[in-house]
């Protein structure tokens, strides 16, 4: 079966580069940007098209950019951490708003068109990200970085020092295999929806948490993935912020108590009893056009549905948008953003936010900071790690394992659709995922740990159906990491709810580790989260 499977037969297309970047979205293209900034070689490979697909694609481009004004940052970073729970760390939210700051005007420098804002000053277009990842796509091109597109990767490969030296992958639309060798490779592959239909999310399977612990990186926030968007029924259009306009109804028209953008439980559960409706009746009327500017397509899908939702109410349902939306990744254990592994680095939503925004959703700006600012320090730091480095010339060994290398006989095949099912129908449901209890993740965790087993020994494919193989390993890894940190963690912490433990409680004010692939692990980190200081003294 391995054989078959094309994973450890020479590749047809074989690359060399200093930097590697895997993934095509905003961290990605800055992280791509930096390092050949540096005057390294650079190879990009996406799993879609570059500049076009993923989540970022389909969301405003609004960032968490505030004035290096005192009282202003201190009010930002004070009111992120509390929330966030409480379990943020000052100088990282400090290090991403220099950061942003410092970055975004060089995209003027580098012939971006900005819009203006009412005092002429200018601003990224709103509602305009294709263009924003267009432009910064180009200019990566400029810089002569190579990109791949419609090119996922499978695996990570290691030198033998254990090294991370590169990736490999299979080319959709060439039907090919390729391999890049690399000095350092920077991991930019999104959070994870577990295919929930969420809007651009459905390339997010977490492909990139899977291939870091492969190589032995461990992931924090897991616990902190399950969140869910709200959508116009029967629709994927997950753009949240317009519902902190909303009052939110029952069919019957009552009001549902408790219920706002900020605070979903009471939405959650109102959803397991009946349908829920919405309306952005608390809009100001002056603000109505504004709004439709800012945000055409979620207005695009309301037009053709015939609806004006700051006049009626229409029905929402509830999609979940997992680490996309929430916080959970791969641990940066340095201001480098480092994976903790050599030759690795994280940017963007592969990795964990749990710094800047604690337990609660990054939502659009602090992850698009986040996105400029890891994607800026990893791209740096992995062109000065490939510089120390010897072209490596030796054998590589490829990672992976489940979905690639299965253990047992072709008899004991078992289809990624399947296996895709079954890790769906433990994720998905608000019930599981939203209103979480320590019965209910055990019951889950059991399932999953079996699928596991089975996963390892006839979990894998040929071509397209490889790709597929793996994105199932990776979005099962990543339910049982989730599932395994969020009964670690026996309160109720912002975007965790745990129903048999509803209140916070301060002895477990800390981030958790989570790691491991047969045997799934947790421990709370021993770095503590601080949330005092002067943002100057950074």
């Known amino acids: ?8 037969q020479s590749p047809e297309v074989m690359l060399s ?4 970047v895997v993934g095509g979205g905003l961290s990605a293209t800055w992280a791509a940007i930096t390092a050949a900034e540096a005057g390294v070689g650079v190879v990009l490979v996406d799993k879609g098209y570059c500049g076009a697909s993923g989540v970022a694609a389909t969301a405003g481009v609004g960032h968490w950019l505030v004035p290096p004004e005192f ?3 201190e009010a930002a970073m004070s009111a992120r951490a509390v929330q966030g729970g409480s379990i943020t760390d000052r100088s990282w939210q400090e290090r991403v708003l220099d950061e942003t ?19 002429n000053q200018p601003v990224l277009r709103l509602g305009h990200a294709p263009h924003y990842l267009r432009f910064l796509r180009s200019r990566a091109e400029r810089l002569g970085v190579k990109i791949l597109d419609h ?3 499978l695996e990570l490969l290691t030198d033998s020092d254990g090294q991370v030296a590169g990736a490999s992958g299979y080319q959709l639309r060439q039907a090919q295999h390729w391999q890049v060798r690399a000095g350092a490779v920077v991991l930019a592959t999104g959070g994870c929806t577990w295919k929930s239909k969420s809007l ?12 870091g612990a492969e190589v032995g990186a461990e992931l924090s926030g897991m616990e902190f993935s399950g969140f869910y968007g709200i959508v116009p029924k029967s629709t994927s259009m997950d753009k949240n912020g317009y519902y902190g306009f909303a009052t939110f109804t029952r069919e019957d028209g009552s009001v549902i108590d408790g219920a706002l953008f900020a605070s979903r439980l009471p939405l959650l559960r109102a959803s397991l009893e009946g349908p829920v409706f919405a309306q952005f009746d608390r809009a100001p009327r002056e603000n109505w056009q504004t709004m439709r500017g800012a945000m055409p397509n979620f207005f695009m899908v309301m037009d053709k549905l015939r609806i004006d939702p700051f006049m009626q109410r229409f029905a929402v349902e509830f999609v979940l948008e997992g680490t996309v939306r929430g916080t959970g990744g791969l641990r940066a254990v340095d201001y480098d953003c480092s994976s903790g592994v050599s030759g690795l680095y994280v940017a ?3 990795a964990s936010r749990e710094k800047i925004v604690g337990g609660a959703t990054g939502a659009g700006a602090p992850n698009a900071s986040w996105a400029v600012s890891s994607g800026t320090w990893a791209g740096k730091a992995a062109a000065v790690h490939a510089r120390k480095q010897a072209a490596c010339t030796g054998r590589l060994s490829g990672a992976g394992r489940v979905g690639l290398r299965p253990s047992g006989s072709a008899e004991r095949g078992l289809d990624s659709h399947e296996a895709l099912r079954v890790v769906q129908a433990e994720l998905l449901p608000v019930s599981k995922n939203a209103l979480r209890t320590g019965v209910g993740l055990r019951s889950s965790l059991t399932v999953l740990d079996s699928l596991w087993r089975d996963a390892e020994a006839g979990l894998t494919g040929v071509g397209r159906d490889l790709v597929r193989a793996r994105e199932a390993a990776a979005m099962l890894a990543m339910g049982r990491w989730a599932y395994t940190s969020g009964l670690s963690r026996t309160e109720t912490r912002v975007m965790h709810a745990r129903t048999d433990f509803p209140e916070r409680d301060p002895a477990q004010q800390h981030r958790i ?6 045997r799934v692990w947790t421990k709370p980190d021993s770095v503590l989260p601080v949330l005092g200081g002067d943002w100057q003294a950074a």
């Open 1 to 8: 079966m391995t054989a078959a499977s094309g994973v450890d």
């Open 17 to 20: 580069a200093d930097v590697l």
């Open 71 to 73: 009282a202003a940052r």
């Open 101 to 119: 700051w410092r970055r975004l005007p060089q995209l003027g420098e580098w012939g971006y068109a900005y819009a203006k804002d009412q005092r």
């Open 151 to 153: 090119s996922p990767a």
């Open 200 to 211: 651009g999310g459905d390339v997010n399977t977490g492909d990139g948490q899977l291939f």
């Open 348 to 350: 963007g939503d592969v």
């Open 513 to 518: 580790l989570v790691g491991g692939l047969d």
